[in-house]
């Protein structure tokens, strides 16, 4: 009996032709990007989401005292929070309001525009990186199974150049060939699932910027309100609508 071969990767990279090794370095330079692009994806998020959390805990008191500077102000100290951008927008927007206590007609309409224009400039910010990970994760396996294939036929010709037949005369190239498979699904895998948990983050912060927005109207509708009602008690006349 003539003892086993030893296909370790060593072994296996050495006795795969030039296209294989080509389809292994580009699935390589495919895996480390879309690592990277997760990883800094991942961070991102993480570091909007607390200082969303501890921008949010002070401009609750802040609002309920209707320091809307110093909303502004803790606003710029969480440039990464979108949450604070959110509020940002719409308190700038409504400054000649908020600060004269007379609001123009249909600010609410503005605010709106306002937190919508800052929201769509926000979301491509986070969405860096995410259609190059999804282009990996859809191509990897088609750039592996390139590489197989290649491989396979490589096997077939030189086992007719060699003018030997049987499984065992191509079974070492076919199983060298589905390496470059295996590894576009490998590279896919992950690409596929990061994709899929950024995407899954991106709804919970659209949902968070259109909440804080719908909230910041609410807000500025009662201060209105409640300066209209102040005018009419104190000057015996209704408030200008």
């Known amino acids: 009996m003539h ?3 030893a296909y370790g990767p060593i072994e296996i990279w050495h006795s795969m032709g030039t296209v294989g090794h080509l389809v292994l370095i580009f699935l390589l ?3 480390v990007y879309s690592t990277g692009i997760m990883i800094d994806r991942w961070l991102l998020l993480r570091k909007a989401h607390k200082q969303s959390l501890d921008f949010v805990r002070v401009t609750q008191r802040l609002l309920a005292e209707n320091k809307l500077d110093e909303v502004v102000e803790e606003a710029r100290k969480h440039p990464q929070s979108h949450l604070a951008r959110i509020y940002s927008a719409a308190i700038l927007d409504q400054t000649p309001g908020w600060e004269t206590d007379c609001f123009a ?3 609410e309409d503005t605010i709106r525009s306002a937190t919508e224009r800052e929201s769509v ?3 491509q910010e986070f969405k860096r990186g995410l259609p190059g990970l999804a282009s990996i ?3 990897a396996p088609f750039v592996g199974l390139f590489g197989t294939v290649v491989g396979i036929m490589n096997s077939f010709f030189g086992m007719a150049a060699a003018g030997s037949g049987g499984i065992g005369a191509v079974a070492g190239g076919i199983a060298e060939a589905l390496v470059n498979t295996a590894a576009g699904i490998l590279v896919a895998l992950p690409a596929v699932w990061g994709f899929n948990y950024f ?3 991106m709804e919970r912060i659209d949902s968070e910027m259109s909440n804080a ?3 910041l109207v609410d807000y ?3 201060r209105s309100r409640s300066n209209s009602w102040k005018l009419e008690a104190t000057t015996g006349r209704p408030a200008s609508r």
């Open 3 to 5: 003892p086993a071969t």
């Open 29 to 31: 330079v495919m895996s």
């Open 105 to 107: 007609e249909g600010f």
């Open 121 to 123: 400039l926000i979301t």
């Open 137 to 139: 994760a859809a191509t």
């Open 199 to 201: 995407l899954g983050q």
């Open 213 to 215: 927005s719908s909230e």
């Open 220 to 222: 500025f509708i009662k």
